[in-house]
Structures are given as C-alpha cells and as structure tokens.
C-alpha cells in the first residue's frame, strides 16, 4: 500500500471535527475588529457628503420652506441682503458673474491645457517630459488666496495700463486668474485620460504608417475622448467653486456684465464676504445657506457627470 | 538579379507632407504648454523678488506690529502649524483606513463606486460650502466654537480626498502575489495588511500625508468661519482657542489693511508658496526616489 492512500485513509479516520478548525484566538478578534473599522473608515466620504448636505440644508431650510420665492431669487438680480426695511435677495447676478468668469476662464483653459496634455503626453519625452509634469505638478499645487493676491497686485495694474481702464478688477481679471488656475489641474486630468489609451492602439497605427500627429488625431484623442471630457467638467466645477481668487480679483460688485471689463461678484464670494456680518439664524444668513445648497447641488450634478462620462469609457 | 528600386527608401512626397504637418502641430502644442507655464513662472518671479525683500528671521519670527501694517507673520505662521497638524491627526487615520477599505476590502460593485463617487464630491465641493459645513456642524452644533478645532475638523474632511487617493495607489501598487503568500501561511487578512502591505507601501502613503499637509497650509475660504480670525494679539494655548493662520493673514493684508507697507503682503505671499511648493517638491522628489528603487 502506498504512503499516499495510507495518509488519505488515515484522514479520513481522523477524528478531528469542524471545531478543531477553528481559529478563534486573539488574531481572529483583531481581524474582526479591524475589519470593522477599515469598513467605518471606508464609508466616511459618504458620510461626510451626507453630512455637508444635512447640516448646509439644515441652516438654511427655514428660508427655503417658509419666504422663499423661487422666481424672485432666481430670476432677479438684485441683492440687497442688509437693507433693514425691505431686503432682496435676488441671485440672477450673482450667477451671472460667476458664469461669465467661469466660461472666460475655460475659454482661456480649455484649449491650452489639452494643448498642453497632448505635448507632455505624445511629442515630449524623457527628461523634458518629466521636467514638466513636475512643473504643471507644483503650479497646480498654489492655494487659491496666493491667485487672488496676484489677481489682486499684478494683474490690476497690467490690465489699468494695457486697456487705459479705471479698475482692472473686473471679469477678464478673474477669468485669466481662474484660468491659469484651473489649467494645470485639467492639464494632469486630460493627460492621464491620453495616458490610458493603450500603446497597443499607437503601435498598430503607426505599423500602418501613420505619422505621430496623425495617430494622435486619429486613434489616441478619439479613444481618449470621455476621459477629456471629463476632465473639462472637473475644470468647470472647479472654476465653478473657487472662492477666494474671485473673491479678490473679480471687483465684488453686484452687476450682470455688459463686456469683460465690468465687475462682478460670484456666489462662493457672496457667501465668503457676508457671512462674517450675517446674525447666526437670521434670514441673511439662511440665505447664504441656501446659495450653499444651490452651490452643492450644482457641484454634485457636475462631479456626477464627470464620473458616468469617465466610467463610460472603461464600458465600451 | 534584380537591381534595389532607388526610390524604394525615399520619403514620397506624402510622407513629407505628413512630416511637415507633424512638425507644426508639435511647434503648436509645444508652444501652447510654454504659453501656459511662462506667465505662472513670471509672476511666481515677480513674488519672489518683491517678497524677497521682506523676509527675514525678523519677519518670520515677531508679531504684526503698528496695525498690522509692519512686522512679522509669526502668530499667522504658528496657527497655520496647528491648524495643520490637528487637521492631520484627525484625517490621516481615517483617510488611510478608508483606502485600505477600498484596496483590500471593497470589491466592484456599485457600493464601491458610491463611495468613490462620495470622494470625488467631497474634493469637488467648493470649499465655501465646506466652510458653511463647518459652521453648522462643528462651531454650532457640536458647539466647539470658532476654535482650531472646528477649523481643523473643517479641513481634515475636505482635503481627506487627497490621503485615500494616494495611499489607495500605494496599497495596489504591492503585488497580488505578496498578499497570497502571506494568506498561505495561515495569516488573517488584518496580519497580512499590517505586516506584508503596509510595510510595501509606507513610503506611497507619506507622499500623501505631504500633499495633504501643503493642500491643508494653503486653504483660506473653510477656515475664515470656523476658527481661523483676523487679529488676535494672543497665541493659540490648545485646540478651543481661535487663531491666526498664513492664507487668511494673507487675504486681510491684501484687502483689509490700509496703508500697509507694499512688501508685507508680498512677505506674506512668499512664505505661503515657499511653504506649499516646498511640501510639494519633497514629496514628488519622494515619489522619484521610490520609483526608481522599487524592485518589482
């Protein structure tokens, strides 16, 4: 007989049950207990969403249920929030300003920084290529208030002595601040997007004799096209949410533009500016809460798109 | 036999043509990167040399005298370190739990997809409506008050993104193969995370705390509201005091101040970036370092 069928019987035989495997010693509870909480951890963010949304809808619902009127505050633009008799809160300019910054903003971003996606991800190589990942890297990385001060001191002079303008704090400001801003950021987005398009695609390409240029046209920016999209929409939401350089650059005044070197104001810095001297609970300050909602909301949708569009990708 | 075509190895006049179409848009894309980086460096220039003439130990190490219109940024300087590193405290733990949640825990499903859509949200809400967050749930409902407290738990939720992101790459970087082989020696999934994971992608995970202490320096709008104050002749003795910090010290010099002296806000400006960029530089310098020592 051999060993094997000898062990085989022998199991068989043996005794041992279903308890004998079991491993309740003090490792087991660990794993169990840290399983637990790697798994609380793990649904924080949504949590924390949940959380934002309850205690931002929280603050300010009284105004939303009880005088809200949902025609005069989208669809005026007066804002008048601290006026004792009769305040206003219409917020059509306020979307106004921050649109008109917003889309001077990409319009200046967009181009240039898929420009700038297609050179680092396709034509530079080795060292250059590095060289600049770095840098859109840490120019990606200067906080907001640092572009507002620059907005705020270098920019107003240039832009009071190229156009002969009384104020340069004015929508073209906060559109070139808001711009060079969000660029590096989309930059990184659309150049991963390129990045993930397979070489195999570039390989067969070019076997077929296609120059560089023609497989970017032709194979690599069709492929990569959700994940461009998408990262455009990241931009947006982004130039969307800014405060602080909006707050500093775009003039603060309360007008729906007439050209790019009227002054405006942004809902993020409507709410930046006034809460300070809003009383805790007071109609002011419910409606400050509530652009906090609209602008949460508004976000969420675009954060939501940005997310199918990029997943749409990996589907088809 | 045969004699070689003499043409066979020239360039047609199509090639040339595509050649040349090549080369253009090369010039185009390139110049379209270098109009989108030299105006940033100008003015990066600009700060650094209209700053450069502000900063000084003086200036890093005393008070704003005289109004805030002379002296130096040392309260803003100390509150950004606590504001900082109590956010830190708060976040990283969880942000790190939360990525090993995803990389070793999560499967595909849409569950997990919910809570990475929940954290592109959370890095994608303007941070004004974070501040308006941190006002109702931390100042007044959990009643810490305006206090380095509240600001931290502010921005310890709003730049969590920036942990679990990276630690989530660093986790899945290590190979699958080393977690099985530590699951046939009989170790549970928590030994082999803690002993065989962890251990691999430790250095992924500091790149991370780094950025997240440069992304933490640099925020103004979430801390205005809930602990961070314009002035306050007193420096932070724990977590429930108000404070100072370098981005909101910024915004008050560049806007609230009359009459101040030109090169104290530049001062102000230059010490931020110095400190952000700094963060930055060490942890991609970080990231280089890894990549090139990684054996597998």
């Known amino acids: 007989m051999s060993t094997t069928t000898q062990a085989l019987r022998n199991r068989a035989t043996d005794a041992r ?6 491993r309740r010693d003090p490792d087991w509870y660990v794993d169990k207990l840290l399983a637990g909480i790697v798994f609380v951890c793990g649904i924080s963010a949504i949590l924390f969403v949940l959380g934002i949304f309850f205690f931002v809808t929280k603050e300010g619902i009284g105004f939303v249920f009880e005088k809200m009127d949902f025609r005069e505050f989208f669809l005026t633009p007066y804002w008048s929030p601290s006026d004792a008799e009769d305040p206003e809160y219409g917020i059509l300019a306020l979307m106004a300003g921050t649109a008109s910054v ?14 700038a996606a297609i050179f680092i991800a396709e034509f530079a190589s080795g060292k250059t290529r590095e060289a600049l990942k770095v840098l859109v890297e840490l120019l990606a990385a200067i906080p ?15 832009l009071i002595k190229w156009f002969d303008i009384p104020v340069g704090l004015c929508v073209l400001n906060a559109g070139i601040i808001l711009g060079l801003m969000a660029a590096p950021i989309m930059t990184s987005i659309a150049e991963d997007a390129l990045k993930a398009v397979p070489d195999r695609y570039r390989e067969a390409a070019e076997a077929m004799g296609a120059t560089r240029w ?11 096209k959700n994940g461009l999209l998408g990262g455009v929409l990241l931009g947006v939401g982004r130039g969307f949410g800014e405060t602080m350089a909006v707050l500093m650059a775009t003039g603060h005044a309360v007008n729906i533009p007439n050209s790019i070197f009227d002054s405006v104001r942004a809902l993020t810095a409507t709410i930046a500016a006034e809460l300070g001297e809003a009383v805790v609970g007071g109609e002011h300050y419910q409606v400050l809460f509530t652009i906090g909602i609209f602008l949460f909301l508004v976000t969420f949708i675009i954060n939501l798109s940005a997310d199918l569009i990029v997943r749409g990708i990996r589907k088809g | 036999m045969a004699t070689a075509n003499p043409t066979m190895f020239q360039a047609s ?9 090549q080369q253009r848009y090369r010039l185009l894309f390139g110049l379209m990167t270098l109009l989108l980086i030299t105006p940033v460096l100008l003015i990066l220039g600009t700060l650094v040399v209209k700053g450069g003439a502000a900063i000084s130990w003086e200036f890093l190490l005393t008070a704003p005298t005289n109004g805030m219109r002379t002296g130096g940024v040392f309260p803003a300087l100390l ?27 999560a499967g595909d499903n849409w569950f997990t997809r919910t809570i990475n859509l929940a954290i592109i949200n959370l890095a994608g809400v303007p941070s004004i409506v974070h501040a308006l967050f941190g006002l109702g749930a931390f100042v007044l409902f959990f009643k810490f008050g305006t206090s380095i ?22 986790l899945q970087a290590v190979p699958q193969a080393f977690r ?41 709008a979430p801390i205005m509201f809930t602990g961070a104050v314009f002035f306050t002749p007193f420096l932070p003795q724990s977590v429930f005091d108000q404070t100072m910090a370098l981005s909101l010290h910024l915004f008050v010099a560049a806007t609230q101040v009359p009459e101040i002296a030109e090169q104290v806000p530049f001062g102000i400006a230059l010490v931020l970036i110095a400190l952000v960029l700094t963060m930055n530089s060490l942890s991609i310098a970080f990231r280089m370092w890894l990549r090139g020592k990684k054996k597998w």
């Open chain 2, 180 to 220: 099985e082989a530590c699951w046939n020696m009989g170790a549970t999934r928590w030994q082999t995370i803690r002993r065989v994971v962890l251990p691999n992608s430790i250095t992924g995970i500091l790149t991370g705390v780094i950025l997240e202490v440069s992304r933490t320096a640099g925020e103004t």
């Open chain 1, 214 to 224: 023609q497989v970017i046209y032709k194979v690599v920016l069709p492929a990569a």
């Open chain 2, 79 to 105: 509150g950004t370190i606590w504001l900082v590193t109590v956010a830190l405290l708060l976040s990283v733990p969880i942000g790190i739990f939360a990525a090993i949640y995803l990389s070793e825990y």
């Open chain 1, 144 to 158: 907001s208030v640092v572009w507002g001060f620059i907005g705020l001191v270098i920019m107003n002079p240039l």
């Open chain 1, 102 to 115: 917003t889309g001077l903003a990409m319009l200046v971003a967009v181009p240039f920084s898929l420009g």
């Open chain 1, 17 to 22: 049950t279903a308890e004998d495997f079991d």
């Open chain 2, 13 to 21: 006049d199509l090639n040339q043509h595509n050649q040349r179409v």
């Open chain 2, 149 to 170: 407290l509240a600001a931290s738990l502010t921005l310890a939720v709003m730049t969590m993104p920036v942990v679990i992101v990276a630690t989530r790459e660093s």
